[in-house]
């Protein structure tokens, strides 16, 4: 089975603070995403990777990062966290072979900004 | 741009019972796929069936079928024989048919099952 993995399940971080959520992933995907989940909204994209070094901005990339120097690790950065990114945050990879191909999700960050 | 619309925020269910959950998308593709995600308590996205819209048939899971209706762009969850371990957020996603896309969500509809 595939298995992604969040660093950290719950967070908690002050405004104004760079915040770094980790995830890895050990089934050798190219692609890896990070998603935001918040109540009434559902799941947005915040920015994907389908190669090491590759990154692509999702549907709300605004006031966030990523860096993906590893193919198993893809890291998300809040440069300087506000209260408006509290917030659950997952983590996803897929494989490559042709459309279609599911995700599989980490079980989540759920980030407090004070 | 693709969207995906489920209209049902909250539905409750009791045990044994069959409940349909309802998604509808906006696409101008003509191939992509379809998929329904359950995410219980614990927070882990399950998926729980995948439709290719280029397959007329229905797909199914044991308990769990689809209605999938292309030209009406609608793609409905139906849960037969409804189990307390049911409840949880479901999400219809939407994925174009093209290697390394992203899900697109729909907003999700919470499911309570009843004993």
């Known amino acids: 089975d595939v298995k992604v993995t969040q660093s950290s399940r719950y967070l908690v971080k002050r405004t104004g603070e760079k915040v770094f959520l980790e995830c890895v992933q050990d089934?050798?995907?190219?692609?890896m995403f990070w998603y935001r989940q918040d109540p009434g909204l559902g799941l947005r994209l915040i920015y994907f990777?389908?190669?090491?070094?590759?990154?692509e901005k999702g549907d709300i990339p605004e006031g966030y990062s990523v860096s993906r120097e590893k193919k198993e690790r893809f890291s998300l950065i809040l440069e300087s966290a506000s209260t408006n990114q509290t917030s659950m945050y997952l983590c996803?990879?897929?494989?490559?072979?042709?459309?279609?191909?599911?995700?599989?999700f980490g079980n989540g960050t759920r980030l407090t900004v004070t | 741009a693709q969207t995906v619309t489920q209209s049902q925020p909250e539905m409750s269910v009791q045990e044994a019972e069959t409940v349909t959950l309802s998604c509808t998308y906006d696409?101008?593709?003509?191939?992509?796929?379809l998929f329904w995600y359950k995410q219980p308590p614990s927070r882990q996205m399950i998926l729980v069936i995948r439709?290719?819209?280029?397959?007329?048939q229905n797909a199914t899971e044991n308990r769990f079928s689809v209605n999938f209706q292309k030209a009406a762009k609608s793609f409905s969850l139906k849960i037969s024989d409804s189990q307390l371990g049911d409840t949880a957020m479901y999400f219809c996603?939407?994925?174009?048919?093209?290697?390394?896309?992203?899900?697109?969500f729909g907003k999700g509809t919470t499911l309570s099952v009843s004993s």
């Open positions: 996803a990879s897929s494989s490559p072979l042709g459309g279609g191909s599911p995700l599989h």
């Open positions: 089934m050798d995907h190219e692609n």
């Open positions: 990777s389908y190669d090491v070094k590759m990154k």
């Open positions: 696409t101008s593709e003509n191939n992509y796929y």
């Open positions: 439709q290719e819209a280029y397959k007329q």
């Open positions: 996603a939407f994925m174009k048919d093209q290697a390394g896309t992203a899900l697109i």
